[in-house]
């Protein structure tokens, strides 16, 4: 057979397998080393709730995207050119995320009158798939990793832990990555603790490189050059990392210790894991005994000075409900970040959504405006978290962090900054001016009350979740309870005095303005670019900002003809925005599957708006 | 430091319990036990925070002239925690209900227990929800009749005592809102034990649930029907002092002195900082008629404190560390150069 190496410009490849089968490490390494030769990229993973489901099932399958390029990448992508199926059920379940074009890589050892069983298929996967056109390669990867370990003394059971290595082999053929990083890595991760691992590994991974060079079954390989990134030190960053890391960096900005107060819930225990480990920069992590703990145990350090957050999803937020209420009462710093996931109730735990707006916009007793920032991708959750935190240490008040399952557990490279480049961040504190300290005088510009810390003398002062005056003397006077009432929300308002103005990307007037937020900011990017590279008169505006709007807002929709609201849910940032600016017109573009938009859909959604 | 009086912590607020409350009497012995705890253990007015959930006890630190906060109800003592991880030098209070501690805020409860982190924890106990008007609690005795029992309540309550040590609390007290000195004494102890201490005191609720505590609390039997522990003392009670605890088998009995010739070498001694959790136990779980109820401080055990843990670990990992600014956690760990 002829074989060619083509040189392409960006590349999708779709790990799947059982949930023990190792495709999240296999995916997360293959993304890794690409980071490192200079791809952009863009990870997805997409995996089940059971941690081992039983094996060979549908619902066991586990998988992991990236999608690398040698220009900008905003999205993992929505076909691949690469299906590793691990087994039947993989297969079954992933089929539908192929190419025309694309290749499909399964162990056939899997594919016994067992495995089709489980999987539902009668004989021939291959037909009831309908991917006959497509290049499938058939290798034997049990038996050959079994082959490739017969004398390396391992039990069966860890010969058939390295079968993912010999897919990575094989992968890295295909896509010429040179193995040196995963040597590394393997080094890295065994060479201490089981230094009996590494060579087994490394032999794995090396004979199914050289298998899939030798066996000429791959008619082409390929090439993706390394990107043009702008110079300076890089990493690979998850949403849930970034998140963490933003909090640390707003923590030595202010000058106020880290407290997180959290319980864990999927997708956003990452959050409080990460933070654990960083002790030597003074965080605090308490693993709550519940959601409300989570929340009240932050409450309480922003009470006493520190700077608080609390990280959770959907249903745990619903439990913090009544405390956020409290904090905004009593006007206290802290961050809640929620990471979207499915809902309701418990809905699809590890599945992507943006269906808590509304309950964070509105999910509370009494009139609670609070303050909402939406991050865009993994890496923006770190000036999000940043952000949020500035914006609730210097106007006192809670303010929530929107985050997505998508978002948190997705990766992408990231240009590392400096600290220095990062403002200042400056807390009201009451000074000698303020003794006699009255809690709730405000700033008449900010409407931002003054912090006194306990510890400091002179500024003894009770708050509470019952209504005060500005003395803080608990008060039920009729037109006083208005008067705070409009204060707290106004204070929410102004904050537009100082959120950055909403920019337009593309036609900064015309016919269509698409419009999104949140983590689905790649996927809009994309499709607006390729319209506009197919002449169609469209501008993109993406919002960071929710709560509230930038200032602009009304000003940069007036500019178009049309406005299209894209977002995973059944449209409530279009409600949120008809009941803000009632003046325009809102089409909608909803999804609600667990999983983010393909661009193509965007595709569809624009030409049928313009 | 300067040197407090009562005065120096009463607030400028007016006390709006309902006349003959038995809340008025814990508030008085609080604000007479913090100038007595700062001067054992040197702290000024400015590190106590008081904090409370919801219910009528809860409204206590707006008559405190301390840092305070009245949370939501159940969460007080999830409040305390965050303040008091956040800042260790700070003396956290906190005031709360048997509705709010034991019921809605059961969890926040037992779980501060089990981490032993340094607070004081008043639990006022009046078997009653007062500010709702008169529903049945978690520490109502079975059959009470109330506005939610009218056929009286087919509950068992919580004894606060064995839930405390059941959590292997390091640190229990049981007062009555008539004995004002005593409680006074109880809370210089909690102050100086490190550690989470519950303070159980048992309140009368002039409105709702008047008389709960009386068959032990009035003037006429509280002598005989009640027993006041205090370390390294024998546990002799009752109005002539004749009456005494021993061991028997394993239970507990009252014994008289004088009568088949017991002798008050026989009487067990208070070991409050033993760490036999079982004799504790059995003390805070006495009833009367049985036995006499136990007031005083039942265990006082010393164990390391959350907080004191927490610090410790943030100190030792970045003394290890090499990453001491968010610049060096940038650029710690797997990166690579663009050129």
Redesign the interface.
């Known amino acids: 057979m002829q074989h060619k190496v083509i040189d392409t410009k960006d590349v999708v490849i779709r790990f799947a397998g059982d949930s023990g089968d190792g495709m999240q490490l296999t995916g997360s390494l293959f993304a890794d080393m690409s980071a490192i030769y200079g791809n952009e990229l863009s990870t997805f993973p997409d995996y089940p709730a059971e941690i081992r489901a039983p094996h060979g099932t549908l619902s066991g399958v586990s998988g992991f995207q990236v999608h690398i390029g040698s220009e900008h990448i905003t999205t993992p992508g929505d076909l691949c050119d690469l299906l590793v199926a691990m087994n039947p059920a993989a297969l079954k379940t992933n089929a539908k995320w192929l190419k025309r074009t694309a290749m499909v890589l399964v162990d056939g050892d899997t594919f016994d009158e067992e495995g089709l069983k489980k999987a539902g298929f009668r004989d021939d996967p291959i037909a009831e798939m309908h991917i006959e056109d497509r290049t499938v390669i058939v290798a034997p990867i049990t038996t050959l990793t079994e082959e490739s370990l017969k004398d390396s003394g391992l039990d069966v059971k860890s010969v058939h832990k390295c079968k993912n290595m010999f897919t990575l082999g094989m992968a890295c053929f295909i896509y010429s990555r040179p193995l040196e990083y995963i040597y590394q890595y393997l080094e890295r991760k065994f060479g201490k603790k089981h230094p009996e691992m590494v060579a087994p590994n490394k032999k794995v991974l090396t004979d199914g490189y050289n298998y899939a060079a030798n066996i000429q079954a791959i008619p082409n390989t390929y090439t993706v050059e390394p990107a043009h990134l702008p110079k300076g030190l890089y990493r690979n960053m998850t949403g849930n990392q970034a998140t963490a890391w933003g909090f640390l960096a707003a923590s030595e900005k202010s000058g106020r210790p880290l407290f997180c107060g959290s319980y864990p819930i999927t997708p956003a225990t990452a959050i409080l894991e990460e933070l654990a480990i960083h002790k030597s920069l003074g965080v605090k992590t308490l693993q709550a005994e519940d959601e409300i703990a989570g929340i009240c145990t932050a409450i309480g350090a922003a009470y006493a000075g520190d700077l608080a957050v609390t990280t959770t999803s959907g249903p745990g937020l619903s439990l913090k409900s009544e405390a956020l209420g409290l904090a905004v009462m009593t006007e206290l710093p802290i961050v809640i970040v929620d990471v979207q996931r499915a809902g309701p109730s418990t809905g699809i735990p590890t599945k992507t959504e943006q269906s808590d707006l509304n309950q964070v916009l509105y999910g509370r007793n009494g009139e609670c405006p609070i303050a909402v920032v939406a991050a865009h991708s993994p890496a923006h959750c770190f000036d999000t978290a940043f952000y949020a935190s500035k914006l609730a240490l210097e106007h006192m008040m809670p303010v929530i962090m929107l985050s997505e399952g998508f978002l948190g557990n997705g990766s992408e490279p990231w240009r590392i900054p400096s600290m220095k480049d990062y403002p200042e961040i400056r807390p009201p504190f009451a000074g000698e001016e303020d003794i006699p300290f009255k809690p709730f005088r405000r700033d008449p510009h900010t409407m931002v009350r003054k912090w006194g810390l306990p510890g400091q003398k002179g500024y003894e002062h009770r708050v509470g979740g019952l209504e005060k005056n500005h003395d803080g003397v608990l008060s039920s006077d009729p037109a006083n309870h208005e008067m705070m009432v409009r204060e707290r929300a106004e204070k929410v308002a102004r904050l537009a005095d100082v959120i950055p103005p909403l920019e337009v990307i593309g036609n900064g007037s015309g016919r269509l303005l698409v419009v999104g937020w949140g983590g689905t900011y790649g996927h809009l990017y994309t499709a607006v670019m390729q319209a506009r590279a197919e002449g169609k008169d469209v501008g993109y505006a993406h919002f960071d900002y929710i709560n509230p709007l930038p200032k602009n807002t009304a000003e940069v929709f007036g500019r178009y003809e049309r406005i299209l609201v894209c977002e995973l849910n059944c449209g409530q940032f279009a409600g949120y925005l008809r009941t803000v600016l009632p003046q325009f017109t809102y089409q909608q573009y909803n999804k609600v599957q667990g999983q983010p938009f393909l661009v193509q859909e965007i595709s569809d959604a624009i030409d049928s708006a313009l | 430091m300067e040197k407090y009086t009562f005065k120096d912590f009463k607030s400028d ?1 007016e006390v709006r319990w309902c006349p003959g409350c038995g809340d008025h009497a814990v508030l008085a012995a609080l604000q007479r036990a913090m100038p007595r705890v700062s001067e054992i253990l040197g702290y ?4 106590y ?1 008081v ?1 409370s959930g ?1 219910g009528c006890s809860s409204r206590l ?2 008559y405190m ?8 109800h159940g ?1 007080a003592t ?10 260790p ?2 003396s956290v209070w906190q005031a709360c209900g048997d509705g709010d501690a034991l019921a809605i805020g059961g ?2 409860f037992i ?1 501060a227990i089990r981490r032993n982190i340094d607070i004081n924890i008043i639990l006022f106990n009046n078997r009653i929800y007062g500010l709702t008007k008169g529903q049945y609690s978690p520490t109502s005795k079975f059959g009470a009749i109330t506005k939610t029992s009218p056929y009286g309540t087919v509950e068992h309550p919580f004894n606060p005592g064995s839930l405390v040590l059941g959590a292997k609390g390091t640190f229990f007290a049981r007062g009555l809102d008539t004995e004002l000195k005593l409680n006074e004494e109880i809370m210089v102890a909690a102050a100086v034990h490190n550690g989470t201490s519950v303070m159980e005191m048992l309140t009368n609720c002039v409105i709702f649930n008047n008389g709960t505590h009386a068959e032990i609390s009035d003037k006429a039997w509280r002598a005989d029907r009640t027993i006041v522990l205090r370390h390294g003392e024998k546990m002799i009670f009752g109005k002539d002092r004749d009456k005494g605890l021993v061991l028997d088998g394993l239970r507990l009995k009252v014994v008289t002195i004088g009568e088949k010739g017991i002798t008050e070498d026989d009487i067990l001694t208070h070991d409050a900082h033993s760490d036999n959790i079982g004799i504790h136990m059995m003390l805070a779980d006495m009833k009367y008629p049985e036995y006499p109820v136990a007031l005083g401080v039942i265990r006082d055990v010393p164990d390391i404190t959350y907080d004191a843990a ?1 610090r410790m ?2 100190e030792q ?2 003394a ?2 090499k ?5 060096d ?3 710690s ?7």
């Open positions: 607020q000024d007015k400015e590190r925070v904090v919801i630190p707006y002239d301390t840092y305070g906060f009245h949370s939501i969460r999830a409040i305390s925690t965050g303040i008091k991880v956040a800042n030098e700070l969890n926040h779980h927490v670990q943030v990992v970045s290890k560390s990453i001491h600014c968010v610049d956690l940038l650029r760990g797997s990166t690579w150069e663009v050129r």
